[in-house]
């Protein structure tokens, strides 16, 4: 066999499979309740609106330019759409200030590759979205802790320069964050934007999840803060990441980037070298969909996924042993569990997929430095309420077990 590794790029070393799209597989299997993919469920999704939308597409002229090349900014309608919803939550711009992307990945991929050299620092929270680390990873980047209200400035950048580069961005989800389901108030949000001025560094903003609140007061998105501060969009560092994956369907990957003009520019530019533009027709055909259904659409999924995070808080207070606790997010997909001290998530794992059939994700692959051992991720997207309620009995008959064992 020929050896490679000595061909590859040094980048290559930090590229590594993701835990969660191999635990994935899982769901294939019928025996096992799995709480472990952050998916939407597809029962939810609206296909007979996407039906008619592709159909409406080939029934006219449109049916052409689906299937041509197209601009690499992203289809124009659809943008002008985002402009309108972005200005209902405080963020005024214009269709040029919004580039389509291939999933949200693809615009984590494409900051990565715009801010980072090798041995920069980025700032991410301990946990955070594993997808957005294998993303910077590739740029040979090295993570610092982001917190808000403990840390100087100069504690910062000087930590960045021992290691031989710069603090370049802030990545967060401040919305019902992947994994941990917690969501950053305003005051976090604002000290956030004082440490990027004093750092001049950027911030990437995934909102991800941001359309899935299902109680407590909307917090304005970060970047709305910035506009509000400095008076446009022209004028902040606040890069804006959504996607259409968790409100109408992952598999048309299709995502969207709002910022400055400057930051849209090289990001096309990104996009011209890549792959020229994201799918003609997908792009077409979420326009058609999210026009005419999107509302009520997001108020379908979040009526069914409120249900299930109140039936796996209830869960977890029933079957849970003393010494576990677990966050209560106000939406999202996720509750993050932090368990007794001495039992090892990825360990605890191999064992409820071998005695109990329960499914999860480990919390340690959302720690930038592979921390966080006690920990774990439940999903409660994809499982029904009785689904829910016997797979939590099943796995706090396990914790319970498991930390008995580890007391004696």
Not at 179 to 201: M, N, Q, S, W, Y
Request: with cysteine; glycine share 8%.
């Amino acid at each position: 066999m020929l050896n490679w590794d000595h061909i590859f790029a040094t980048r290559s070393s930090r590229m590594r499979a993701s835990e969660i799209r191999e635990l994935l597989k899982l769901l294939d299997r019928p025996d096992i309740i799995s709480f472990a993919g952050g998916i939407p469920d597809p029962a939810l999704f609206p296909d007979e609106e996407f039906k008619a939308a592709y159909a409406d597409i080939f029934g006219g002229e449109q049916g052409k330019a689906a299937l041509q090349y197209s601009v690499s900014e992203g289809y124009k309608p659809l943008r002008e759409w985002l402009q309108c919803e972005m200005a209902k939550i405080g963020v005024p711009c214009s269709a040029d200030n919004i580039f389509i992307t291939s999933g949200s990945q693809q615009a984590l991929d494409y900051l990565g590759k715009l801010f980072l050299s090798p041995r920069d620092t980025a700032l991410v929270n301990w946990p955070t979205y594993l997808g957005a680390l294998q993303a910077f990873n590739a740029y040979e980047p090295n993570y610092d802790q982001l917190t808000l209200g403990n840390r100087t400035p100069e504690s910062y950048r000087t930590a960045a320069e021992k290691l031989g580069g710069a603090v370049k961005f802030a990545y967060l989800s401040a919305d019902f964050a992947n994994p941990t389901g917690e969501t950053v108030d305003r005051a976090g949000r604002e000290r956030l934007l004082k440490l990027a001025e004093e750092l001049d560094i950027a911030i990437i903003e995934d909102a991800a999840y941001q359309s899935l609140r299902y109680d407590g007061e909307p917090v304005p998105p970060i970047l709305a803060l910035e506009i509000a501060e400095k008076g446009s969009i022209e004028e902040t560092r606040t890069i804006y990441c959504g996607s259409f994956s968790k409100t109408l369907a992952p598999g048309l990957r299709v995502g969207f980037v709002v910022a400055a003009t400057p930051v849209i520019r090289k990001l096309v530019l990104m996009k011209q070298a890549a792959d020229l533009h994201s799918s003609s027709i997908n792009q077409i055909a979420i326009a058609h969909v999210a026009e005419r259904h999107f509302d009520a659409q997001v108020a379908k999924i979040r009526k069914a996924y409120s249900a299930r995070r109140n039936a796996m808080l209830a869960a977890l207070e029933r079957y849970m042993p003393a010494g576990t606790v677990w966050t209560r997010p106000e939406g999202g997909m996720f509750i993050w569990v932090t368990l007794p001290e001495g039992i090892d998530g990825a360990e605890l794992l191999a064992r409820s997929v071998e005695t109990e059939k329960v499914a999860f994700v480990p919390g340690q692959a959302f720690f930038a430095d592979r921390s966080g051992a006690n920990t774990l991720r439940l999903s409660f997207s994809c499982a029904n309420e009785q689904m829910i309620d016997e797979g939590i009995k099943r796995l706090g008959r396990l914790v319970g077990g498991v930390g008995a064992m580890a007391a004696a």
